[in-house]
């Protein structure tokens, strides 16, 4: 079972910093996205921060939003 988020943090590289619910602090590329359809706005840095966990994943003021599996598994551990 794919561990919950708890916080994410944009930085910005168009990367996210995710903390879940196992105690794993991950980082999620958003640059092989970014010029795909509704994460096209996201290259706006305003728009990118305005990330925030939703339910069991995350969602942009826009509404774009990743799937929670995907979040975690093309991730990469990180220290914090």
Known sequence: MIPSIVEVTPTQKYT???????????????????DMGLFRELKNQEM????????????WAN???????????????IMK
């Open 16 to 34: 996210l910093n995710i903390l879940f619910s196992n105690g794993e602090y991950r980082s999620f590329d958003m640059n092989p996205y970014i």
């Open 48 to 59: 990118f921060a305005t990330v925030k966990k939703s339910f069991d994943t995350i969602e």
């Open 63 to 77: 509404g774009a939003d990743i799937d929670p599996e995907s979040l975690y598994t093309e991730s990469v551990s």
